[in-house]
Each structure stands twice: as structure tokens, then as C-alpha cells.
């Protein structure tokens, strides 16, 4: 379901910063080069996530037991994901001032559609970190020795290598304990 919304919100994002950047193309109309710069990165992030979203629902559905659908490599990839909403809705912020109040900033051209993409950018944010704190408590969770989540690793010492090799839909199965 965040995948989902995560998705959702990333063709939002995608659209307005799309049809902005096209516009500050075609008409050289951009209130600064930030503000140019920082549509276009959020144009790139909203199709990372987007393309990178699909991919690892994919692994998930189809190689769960794969290094691809494993809870490490989701962790990475929602790291990197986290790390580029996070610049993004900030930057775009900061060139609109840190507010979304149209009285006092007239000589922005396209205001509307700049808080829209500011908005949607802090929405897509939350939810990609929201994900990632997630995945990481489902990873420590399964990963822990002693667990009854995990299987049976070679080497419990290192968290990462036992992450690696989790597949992210191990769910336990039930099964009368072993006295």
C-alpha cells in the first residue's frame, strides 16, 4: 500500500515538475536558475522513484528469495530514494521562500504550481522515509538471532550479510514448537 502511494504521489510530482521544466524550456521564463535547477531534480526523482518503485514491487512479487527482493537491498534503495526527496523538498523550499503564502511573492510566475510540487515533494518524502523505518524494524526484526523469522545463517555476527540473504516476505510459518 506505501509502495502504492508512494507511486501515486511520484506521477504527481512528475507531472508538475514536467510541465514546469517544459515551460521554463520553451518561454526562459524562470524566476532563478534554483528555481529551473530544482524543478528539474525533482523531475529526476520522481522518475527514479517511480521506475525503481516498480522494479523492487516486482521483486518482491516474483524473486523473493533473490539479493533484488532481499530486506538489504530495499533498505538501500529507500535510503538513496530518502536521500533524494529529502534534497529535493527541501530545496525547492528554500527557493520559494520557506512559504506557500501568495501575497508576498507576486514575481514568481508560476506560484501555484511551485507549491504544488513543494507539497507534493514533503507528502512523497514522509512516505519514502515512513517505508524505509519500516523496512528496517521488519529487517532488524527477522534478522535477530534467536528469532523465528530468519533462517539459519552462517555468519550471525554481521547484520548486513544476514540482511542480504533475508528474502523480504519470509513470514513464519506455523508450526508446533520443538521441545
Not at 529535493?88 to 508576498?104: H, K, Y
Not at 510540487?117 to 534478522?143: C, D, K, M, P, S
Request: aromatic share 14%.
Amino acid at each position: 500500500v506505501v509502495s502504492s502511494l508512494i507511486i501515486f504521489c511520484s506521477i504527481i510530482v512528475l507531472s508538475i515538475s514536467a510541465w514546469l521544466t517544459s515551460c521554463f524550456t520553451v518561454d526562459d521564463n524562470y524566476f532563478s536558475l534554483a528555481e529551473r535547477d530544482r524543478t528539474r531534480f525533482l523531475l529526476f526523482t520522481s522518475a527514479w522513484t517511480i521506475v525503481f518503485s516498480v522494479l523492487y514491487m516486482l521483486f518482491f512479487f516474483y524473486l523473493p528469495g533473490s539479493v533484488l527482493g532481499s530486506v538489504g537491498s530495499h533498505i538501500a534503495f529507500l535510503f538513496l530514494t530518502c536521500i533524494f526527496w529529502t534534497a529535493g523538498a527541501t530545496s525547492i523550499t528554500t527557493v520559494l521562500g520557506a512559504e506557500l503564502n501568495s501575497n508576498t511573492q507576486r514575481r514568481i510566475i508560476y506560484l501555484d504550481q511551485l507549491n504544488a510540487l513543494q507539497g507534493f515533494a514533503w507528502v512523497t518524502e514522509a512516505l519514502v522515509t515512513f517505508a524505509l523505518v519500516a523496512v528496517l524494524i521488519r529487517g532488524i526484526i527477522v534478522a535477530r538471532p534467536g528469532s523465528d523469522h530468519h533462517d539459519n545463517f552462517d555468519d550471525r555476527d554481521n547484520i548486513i550479510v544476514r540482511l542480504s540473504k533475508v528474502p523480504m516476505r519470509s513470514l513464519p510459518e506455523s508450526q508446533p514448537p520443538h521441545y
